[in-house]
């Protein structure tokens, strides 16, 4: 089967930088996923790492250590509208080309 | 707007009864998934279809069934409802097959409230 773990709630002001980590474990991994969703809408993609490394979207970034079955969303220059919950997912073997979520981060980003 | 659309966007029943649920992917699009979202919990893996096929189960329970017709849309059918399956539920769709992706594109989902 498959598990992830991420942190339940983070806060932050504005302008800060934050980074939500998030450490899995399947089997036949083959990348790491994230994902916002607002309040009760869709979740939308952000960024997917195959490779170890820091992807870099904007103001937000991605890491992955497949050794270290871990990786992180590092959001910069936080804004009011990036609060929201954020998941990280993984693709497996198990799973097919399905997703599966961890159970979110909820981000509050204060003025 | 995703491309990905989802009806109904609200639905209110009661215990026992059965619902169906559909998603139209986007256009092109030949892989279909749904996802439950229980208040406060993540998404819960389902379903997949590709091409009218089914291809990988989740945690979807016997009382839940799916299919994708010909036109690629889907259906997501519960029944002998139970107060505990009111949640939102998603269909995502996607374009490849191959494990060298991860988006997914969700539609905005259709609350179900089960009294």
């Known amino acids: 089967g498959q598990s992830l773990e991420q942190p339940s709630e983070v806060t932050a002001v504005e302008g800060a930088i934050v980074q939500i980590n998030c450490t899995y474990q399947?089997?036949?991994?083959?990348?790491l996923s994230w994902y916002q969703q607002h309040d009760g809408g869709a979740p939308t993609f952000l960024s997917y790492?195959?490779?170890?490394g820091l992807e870099e979207t904007g103001r937000f970034s991605s890491f992955l250590s497949r050794s270290d079955s871990y990786g992180y969303l590092l959001l910069q220059e936080l804004q009011m509208k990036d609060s929201a919950s954020y998941f990280c997912?993984?693709?497996?073997?198990?799973?097919?080309?399905?997703?599966?979520f961890g159970k979110g981060t909820t981000l509050s980003v204060s003025s | 707007d995703s491309g990905v659309t989802q009806t109904p966007k609200h639905l209110i029943t009661a215990t026992g009864q059965r619902v169906t649920l559909r998603c139209s992917p986007r256009?092109?699009?030949?892989?279909v998934y749904w996802y439950q979202q229980s208040l406060d919990q993540g998404l819960q893996f389902l379903i997949q279809?590709?091409?009218?096929?089914?291809?990988a189960k989740g945690n979807i329970l016997e009382r839940f069934s799916a299919q994708q017709f010909p036109d690629l849309h889907s259906e997501l059918n519960l029944s002998s409802l139970e107060l505990g399956d009111s949640a939102l539920y998603f269909c995502?769709?996607?374009?490849?097959?191959?494990?060298?992706?991860?988006?997914?594109?969700f539609g905005e989902g259709s609350r179900l409230t089960v009294l």
């Open positions: 279809y590709y091409n009218g096929e089914e291809r």
């Open positions: 995502a769709s996607s374009v490849v097959t191959g494990p060298n992706t991860g988006e997914l594109f």
């Open positions: 997912a993984v693709r497996d073997q198990q799973a097919g080309t399905a997703l599966i």
């Open positions: 399947t089997s036949g991994f083959y990348g």
């Open positions: 790492n195959a490779l170890d």
């Open positions: 256009s092109g699009d030949l892989s």
